[in-house]
């Protein structure tokens, strides 16, 4: 059973950092995705960040490119989301969430595009609640 288990998220200062963790349990696909999303207070759930299991490319909406890194340990069966420079705006519950393809190059496609990179994800954890405020 698939399981993508949160962590790190907490209350932050404007311009403070955190670091997320997705611990993915249950996982044996060699070719897949991963994502981090969040969903604050009355809006919708929007898309953060990818990152390709063939050659760790990264994706990124605009709103957090030179602030959020996205990357991943095949170790340790996990992806990380480094934030920094956080602002209010950021506050949300952030998840994580994966799917898999079944050709090296679909991957690499999936990851080339903001499209590809945040639709069409099977798996989701419980999320994690990131809170920025003074």
């Known amino acids: 059973q698939v399981q993508l288990v949160e962590s790190g998220g907490g209350l932050v200062q404007p311009g403070g950092s955190l670091r997320l963790s997705c611990a993915v349990h249950?996982?044996?696909?060699?070719?897949?995705?991963t994502g981090w999303f969040r969903q604050a207070p009355g809006k919708e759930r929007e898309g953060v960040s990818c990152?390709?299991?063939?050659?760790?490319?990264?994706e990124y909406v605009d709103s957090v490119k030179g602030r959020f890194t996205i990357s991943r340990s095949n170790t340790e069966n996990t992806v990380y989301l480094q934030m920094n420079n956080l602002k209010a705006e950021d506050t949300a519950v952030y998840y994580c969430?994966?799917?898999?393809?079944?050709?090296?190059?679909?991957?690499?496609?999936?990851?080339?595009?903001?499209?590809?990179?945040?639709?069409?994800?099977?798996?989701w954890g419980q999320g994690t609640q990131v809170t920025v405020s003074s």
């Open positions: 249950g996982w044996s696909i060699g070719y897949y995705v």
């Open positions: 969430a994966i799917k898999s393809y079944f050709r090296a190059g679909d991957v690499k496609r999936a990851v080339g595009s903001i499209p590809g990179c945040l639709e069409g994800y099977a798996y």
């Open positions: 990152i390709s299991s063939i050659d760790d490319t990264t």
